[in-house]
């Protein structure tokens, strides 16, 4: 029978150290963190190859003797739980694994001087064995040096990545910790480069301004809410500036980087009507509660937290959220891409007129026509006897534009382009409004406002009631939803194992086609699952609903009809983000209209 025996300290070590170091990001995070949670005001960071060959982090917090220095060495050893209430743990670390499991795996250089001694001391482990110790030079604070990880374990070593990608670990980490703690100045060096040099003290938005992109401050809401004893503060990004990936949600719980299912829902469950399927907000969000309310000991990484009352806390994000980007309601990420506005060119200077010019214009009589000669859609004639189709432009005549600050905002119609985009002229520029995109805006913001009273009142029963065949899994869905869906209007029932009868549709929608509209809101109830709460998956359906009662692109418009699109977006809470996160209008300065043309 195999004998049970107590493993070696140094193997102890490399077992911990398989869930606490994964690789050299892993390891810094344990590093910088203690530094913050020594009282540093200042961090450095070196890396060399990704951190591969090296990294290093020096502080200038509160140091360590040698005793400290030895006992901080050994497993579970730590000064951040003076008694033994974990509940109640306010620092970043608490654990006491991370040093010796680093040091059980690389080339580890220990030195520390404590405020107010006269020299440091500096002690090297070489994956768990003591090499060296004595006397070191160094000002108050501590440094930490960590070369050739999982040197001695060829294992472990093969499965790291590229020194690209492992710097691209490191650096999230930094950034994360930097975000969490903008009275630190933080300096992170790769190589010969210096990649961050933050400043301590230049407030929450500028630090995260500085980590995540400087457009962000621009192109996203404030956030500073309470409800009882919790606190969301941060900066979210609008719907029209966003990612293709969620590598740019930085989500902080009591001060420590997380990445945690329940918040990232959270967030998701926010923009559900905001963004489509495949794009991803951007933002910070530091959530502040009791300690008692969240477990941090839930994986040796920290990573991961577990809270109390989860709905409570995941309903205070999403309606929060919610109500910041309400606040943004009318703006969007308003930029003009760079890319298109290259391609505006100024005509080149021509000594004589191109030929192909000549031929059309030349010997014109360019006065102003005589009455009823120029009727929109008839023919004129040149002295040259061309004849040329008159242009199927629309415009409206150029009437003041209101001064007032109250006045229009998006300006007065002036025309149609492409039977699709709006041309504006405000008192400040030049606006272009995608007619699709902010139509469905306005009828999704109506249907969500309706009262359940009002949307069955404001149905349109079918004359005759449609039948819709689909799966039989997709009527379980639809059935499912049917009573929520009654309450906005659209009245559904089961007929047969796999038909869906159609009864009523919302009085904004009533003319789409009941069939296309119950296969695209059995789309959206199959693609999340039970990723979002019922409410939130509401929310996306009547988003699909609004798609179908909006305007369409190609549509002619009247100049009454396009100023009552513009007057009402510009009563409409997020009425710059289409539900898909696209722009539903930009804006050209005439500021940059004029540089266009020389004139600035």
């Given amino acids: 029978m195999p004998e049970i025996r107590r493993l070696p300290d140094t193997l102890v070590n490399r077992i911990a150290a398989g869930e606490v170091v994964e690789r050299p990001s892993s390891a810094l995070k344990e590093l910088v963190e203690n530094a913050i949670d020594a009282g540093a005001s200042r961090i450095a960071v070196k890396l060399v ?8 982090v020096t502080d200038d917090g509160c140091g360590m003797n040698p005793d400290e220095m030895a006992l901080a060495l050994e497993r579970h050893a730590t000064s951040k739980l003076p008694d033994e209430a974990i509940e109640q743990v306010s620092t970043l670390g608490f654990r006491g694994e991370a040093l010796p499991s680093i040091a ?8 520390s001087r404590p405020q107010g001694a006269e020299q440091g001391w500096k002690r090297v482990v070489d994956h768990g064995e003591l090499i060296s110790e004595g006397p070191a030079a160094l000002p108050p604070g501590t440094l930490v040096r960590v070369e050739n990880l999982f040197g001695k374990i060829p294992a472990r070593r093969k499965f790291l990545r590229t020194p690209r990608s492992e710097y691209a670990a ?12 903008p009275d630190v100045a933080i300096t992170l060096d790769h190589g010969d480069r210096r990649i961050l040099g933050l400043r301590a003290g230049e407030g929450l938005a500028n630090r995260v301004a500085q980590v995540v992109a400087r457009e962000l401050k621009e192109n996203g809401v404030a956030i500073d809410l309470d409800r009882g004893s919790m606190r969301l503060t941060g900066i979210a990004g609008l719907p029209t500036y966003n990612r293709g990936i969620a590598d740019h949600q930085y989500l902080f719980v009591n001060g420590r980087p997380v990445k945690d299912r329940l918040l990232t829902g959270a967030v998701r469950g926010a923009y559900a009507d905001m963004l489509a399927r495949d794009r991803h907000a951007v933002l910070a969000l530091f959530l502040d509660l009791p300690p008692e309310e969240v477990d941090v000991n839930v994986h040796p990484a920290k990573t991961e937290v577990r809270f109390r009352d989860a709905q409570v806390v995941r309903g205070f994000i999403v309606s929060g959220l919610r109500q910041a980007l309400a606040t943004g309601d009318k703006r969007s990420a308003q930029s003009p891409d760079a890319g298109a506005m290259s391609r505006w060119q100024q005509e080149p200077e021509r000594a004589e007129p191109a030929p192909a010019l000549r031929s059309i214009f030349e010997g014109r009589d360019w006065s102003a026509p005589r009455q009823g000669v120029s009727e929109p859609g008839s023919t ?5 006897t061309e004849v040329m189709a008159a242009p199927r432009g629309r415009a409206e005549e150029a009437a003041p534009v209101a001064r007032e600050e109250a006045d229009y905002p998006l300006g007065i119609a002036r025309g149609q382009v ?21 139509h469905e805006r306005l009828v999704l913001e109506r249907l969500k406002a309706a009262g359940a009273e009002e949307a069955v009142a404001r149905s349109q029963a079918l004359l005759i009631p449609e039948v819709v065949e689909l799966e039989e899994t997709s009527c379980d869905r639809l059935e499912e939803a049917a009573g929520s869906l009654a309450k906005h209007g659209l009245v559904i029932e089961r007929f047969g194992p796999s038909a869906m009868l159609v009864r009523s549709l919302p009085h904004a929608i009533a003319r789409t086609d009941p069939e296309k509209l119950l296969r695209d809101i ?12 019922l409410g939130e998956k ?12 909006s305007v369409r692109a190609g549509r002619v418009l009247r ?24 722009p539903t209008w930009v804006k050209l300065s005439m500021e940059d209209v004029e540089k266009l043309f020389g004139r600035h």
């Fill in 49 to 56: 190859e990704g951190g591969l060959a090296s990294l290093e």
């Fill in 104 to 111: 059980s795996v690389s080339r580890f250089t220990l030195e």
């Fill in 170 to 181: 490191c650096l999230d980490v930094v950034k994360r910790l930097a975000m969490a703690r």
């Fill in 380 to 384: 004129w004639r040149g002295p040259d």
């Fill in 418 to 438: 492409a039977n699709t985009y709006i041309v504006a002229e405000a008192k400040d520029g030049l606006v272009l409004v995608d007619q699709h995109a902010a």
């Fill in 522 to 533: 059995d789309d959206d109830l199959a693609l999340n699952g039970e990723a979002l709460h």
């Fill in 538 to 549: 509401l929310d996306l359906v009547l988003a699909t609903m609004a798609c179908h009662g």
């Fill in 559 to 582: 100049v009454d009809e396009m100023n009552s699109l513009l007057r009402e977006m510009e009563r409409t809470p997020r009425s710059g983000q289409c539900n898909h996160g696209r």
